[in-house]
Protein backbone atom coordinates (compact mmCIF):
# COMPACT_ATOMS: atom_id res chain seq x y z
CA UNK A 1 0.00 0.00 0.00
CA UNK A 2 1.62 3.39 -1.20
CA UNK A 3 2.43 5.94 1.75
CA UNK A 4 0.58 9.49 0.88
CA UNK A 5 1.97 12.96 1.43
CA UNK A 6 0.90 14.18 4.78
CA UNK A 7 1.18 17.80 3.75
CA UNK A 8 -0.76 17.56 -0.09
CA UNK A 9 -3.32 14.96 0.16
CA UNK A 10 -3.01 14.12 -3.76
CA UNK A 11 0.51 12.71 -3.87
CA UNK A 12 2.75 10.33 -2.98
CA UNK A 13 5.27 10.34 -0.70
CA UNK A 14 8.94 11.07 -1.83
CA UNK A 15 10.64 10.73 1.65
CA UNK A 16 11.29 14.91 0.56
CA UNK A 17 11.34 15.91 4.46
CA UNK A 18 9.28 19.14 4.42
CA UNK A 19 6.55 17.06 7.00
CA UNK A 20 9.57 17.39 9.56
CA UNK A 21 10.42 21.00 8.93
CA UNK A 22 10.01 24.03 11.49
CA UNK A 23 6.40 25.83 10.99
CA UNK A 24 8.88 28.89 12.37
CA UNK A 25 11.99 28.55 10.99
CA UNK A 26 12.13 26.58 7.48
CA UNK A 27 15.60 25.80 7.19
CA UNK A 28 15.47 24.40 10.87
CA UNK A 29 14.06 20.57 11.03
CA UNK A 30 11.44 20.23 14.42
CA UNK A 31 12.48 19.32 17.57
CA UNK A 32 9.34 19.87 19.18
CA UNK A 33 9.90 22.81 21.23
CA UNK A 34 6.30 23.65 20.93
CA UNK A 35 7.20 27.55 20.47
CA UNK A 36 4.32 27.06 17.52
CA UNK A 37 1.65 26.55 19.67
CA UNK A 38 2.01 29.63 21.29
CA UNK A 39 1.58 28.62 24.43
CA UNK A 40 -0.48 30.76 27.18
CA UNK A 41 1.08 29.82 30.13
CA UNK A 42 -1.17 26.90 30.56
CA UNK A 43 -0.43 23.71 31.79
CA UNK A 44 -1.48 22.18 28.97
CA UNK A 45 -1.21 22.58 25.26
CA UNK A 46 -4.19 21.91 23.34
CA UNK A 47 -4.58 20.90 19.64
CA UNK A 48 -8.02 20.57 17.68
CA UNK A 49 -8.42 17.50 16.00
CA UNK A 50 -10.46 17.67 12.88
CA UNK A 51 -10.55 14.07 11.81
CA UNK A 52 -9.22 10.39 12.51
CA UNK A 53 -8.79 7.96 9.33
CA UNK A 54 -8.58 4.61 10.40
CA UNK A 55 -6.85 3.66 6.90
CA UNK A 56 -3.86 4.72 4.86
CA UNK A 57 -5.78 5.32 1.82
CA UNK A 58 -6.42 9.40 1.17
CA UNK A 59 -10.35 10.15 2.20
CA UNK A 60 -12.31 10.64 -0.55
CA UNK A 61 -13.24 14.66 -1.28
CA UNK A 62 -16.71 15.95 -0.22
CA UNK A 63 -18.52 18.36 -2.88
Known amino acids: ?4 CVLEDDRLCTDCGHCNMCD ?3 EKVCDNCMRCLNRSGADFAQI ?8 EEPPEEDD
Not at 1 to 4: G, Q
Not at 48 to 55: F, G, N, P, Q
Request: glycine residues 0%; charged residues 25%.
Open 1 to 4: MPKY
Open 24 to 26: LDP
Open 48 to 55: EIDAVYTT
